[in-house]
């Protein structure tokens, strides 16, 4: 079964940083790209960044463009998302999902909240 | 950047009644085109997929159709347990774009 899990959310100063982590089951990231997205609260969901591990490609939003990285961990089939400089309107619910064929954004993870606040 | 104007954002309808969904690409994306549900406080969940292919395990009461810029989603017979949030979203290039959402209530 394909499953991914979110973690490292949590409450962060404006201008800090957070490293999320999404580690995935049921399928290799190198065969598969990875996406994060993000919804914040009460509004609707935002693609963030791509992930072609086997390409070692990224690409990004540009509202997180310079300031957000996407990695990934081939050995143990983990995406992470590096946010730096963080900002008030970067606070949201945020989904690591994988690219399967037929160009199907599926599973999702359950998400991980980040709160962006002083 | 596509974008992705979907109608309407909220409707409500009584269980067994027909609903139906519009999305419209600024422009051609073939059929590149997913829907998705998100009921509150879950991820999405793909249930139509290149417009018009239902997703293994998804009930047949749904459906998807349209191509180029113009696409429907469709709810054959509402059921009390598809109360939920629903999304297109367009996957002919990069960034990926989704539809504002439509919030579908039970009456």
């Known amino acids: 079964e394909v499953q991914l899990v979110e973690s490292g959310g949590g409450l962060v100063q404006p201008g800090g940083s957070l490293r999320l982590t999404c580690a995935t089951s049921g399928f290799t990231i190198i065969t598969h790209w990875t996406h994060w997205f993000r919804q914040p609260p009460g509004q609707g969901l935002v693609w963030v960044a791509r992930l072609d591990a086997d390409g070692s490609d990224t690409a990004y939003a540009d509202s997180v463009k310079g300031r957000f990285t996407v990695s990934g961990d081939t050995a143990t089939n983990t995406v992470y998302l590096q946010m730096d400089s963080l900002r008030t309107d970067d606070t949201a619910v945020y989904y690591c999902?994988?690219?399967?064929?037929?160009?199907?954004?599926?599973?999702w993870g359950p998400g991980t909240l980040v709160t962006v606040s002083s | 950047d596509i974008q992705m104007t979907q109608s309407p954002s909220s409707l409500s309808a009584s269980v067994g009644d027909r609903v139906t969904i519009t999305c419209q690409a600024s422009q051609d994306i073939y059929n590149h085109l997913n829907w998705y549900q998100q009921k509150a406080g879950k991820a999405p969940k793909l249930l139509i997929y290149d417009a018009s292919n239902l997703e293994i395990g998804v009930p047949s009461r749904f459906s998807g159709s349209g191509s180029g810029t113009d696409f429907t989603f469709s709810i054959s017979s509402l059921q009390p347990e598809d109360l939920a949030t629903y999304y297109c979203q367009q996957y002919r290039s990069l960034p990926i774009t989704l539809g504002q959402g439509t919030r579908l209530e039970i009456k």
């Open positions: 999902a994988r690219d399967a064929p037929h160009r199907r954004i599926d599973p």
